[in-house]
């Protein structure tokens, strides 16, 4: 692209090269792009349900990630096509919204395109199909609505709660502690949720990581898990009950000689004074932090032994070596100040804490600060153990997934059931109104139909069933029985009643999968040219 001018002086644009531009146009265009999708699709349709397999991703540097969550496998991927990434942030949008059900999304996009497509193969034209799958969707998620359940949240085992986030863990790699996840995961949302408003800051939930231990050390910390520290001296009590937090940004140390400054110490007398001088700088900086009324000292630089022993003298229990980011959120959380000079130090700028301690995990040697009970903050963290960083990673994924489905349920209490249960109400109640919408639309809403059947028969062949027979004999009884928590038998226990089986899923996940698979797959259908830069140039 270029500016010039004509005679007046006017300017105009010449855009050249337009015609090396690799161009698609009208129902080829819509072909290419479904093709693209449905490649994505595919991918992930072999991780969908508590049977799926897992991905290994490595990147360019060589780390390598297994995991089963379908967000973090497409955000791995190096897609290059342009479809391809518009379904990366279709399972996005999922995770950012929900948290879980990221797998299923773009299984249930893929099928709705692949449907699609045969149908433009019929001559149906893309908008009229894109229109049946809006009418299908909506008439899904209202049977939803209506065949939802609420679960009790004043329960005070939370139990209903934990086997939802459960069947979140169900499918993940760490599914072997989900008992104990899933009751982490609960409580910590418990603790923190605002069950009047009906709201959750998850910003209060920390889940923090570190190699070492076992998966089954995982651990809930009321407080902060502030800091990888421990008390500077060792004979310094190891908790401190109230604590009156004094957080410092200066060092315990008198002022430095500048370069300018000559000192000569010819003498013992000298050198004594020289001491003493020093000593007194000590002793007042540890008098200045007493008098305050603190009985905690956080530093975020060090002390040498000379002040070490002070503090310990005095008997204030102290930390050094505290990083700036630490340093703040203890300043917020404490409702303390951050002081910066021995001579700003009053009572009023102290933050406060039920307890601090110094914990010690699992069978290692590890050892952290917790601040429980703080003053401005009921945060809590979760510590997560594993014995690599690459388990690690998977954990907090799971964990993170775990934590946001909770959170849906106190936003709203309403459960379906999983198992592909719900698809298959919803499936069935669509094929049903079908025969109902005039029109070519008609047989998109079919095709919807359809493509809820396709997500169920992942589930079932990825559990190693057969998948054109479950889907079959489940659909039927669902139909007869007129029971909407018929399901998968994914694990083989002898029990199709999800309700039974407790395989709970937040109405609120399965209505959004619903509506962002169907918003994707209309936005795919309405692109009928393609721009882009020719490869050979
Ligand atoms: P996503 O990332 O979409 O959540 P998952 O791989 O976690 O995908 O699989 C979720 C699916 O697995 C849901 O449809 C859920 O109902 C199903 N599921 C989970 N646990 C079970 C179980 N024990 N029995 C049957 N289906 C299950």
Redesign the pocket.
Known sequence: MSIAFDEAGRPFIIVREQDKKERLKGIEAVKANIAAAKAVSRTLRS????K?MDKMLQNQDGEVTVT????TILQQMDLQHQIAKLMVEL?KA?DDEIG????????LCGALLERAERLIDQGIHPSRVSEGYETACDLSTELLARISDEITLNDTKLTEMKKVA???L???IVNRFKDKLADICVSAVTSVADFERKDVNLDLIKVEGKVGGKLEDTNLVNGILAIDKDFSHPQMPRRVEDAKICILTCPFEPPKPKTKHKLEIDSVEKYKDMQKAEMEYFQDMVKKVKDSGANLVICQWGFDDEANHLLYKAGLPAVRWVGGVEIELIALATGGRIIPRFSEISPEKLGRAGVVKEVHFGTTRDRMIVLEDCAKSKAVTIFVRGGNQMILEEAKRSIH?ALCIVRNLVVDNRIV???????IACSNYVAEKMNEIPGVEQHAVGAFSEALDS??MA?AE??GLNPIESLGEIKARQANEKNAHL?????G?GESD?KK?????SLQ??QK?LQHATQMCRMILKIDDVIQPSRYE
């Open positions: 991780s969908l349900g508590p799926g089963n969550d379908g967000a399972s999922q879980d059900g990221t797998t299923g999304v773009v299984v459960m069947t979140t169900n499918s993940k997934d059931y999983g198992g592909g249960a719900a698809e997500v169920v589930l990825n559990s399901g998968i038998d994914c694990m226990l999800m089986q407790s395989v709970f899923e996940s399965k999968q």
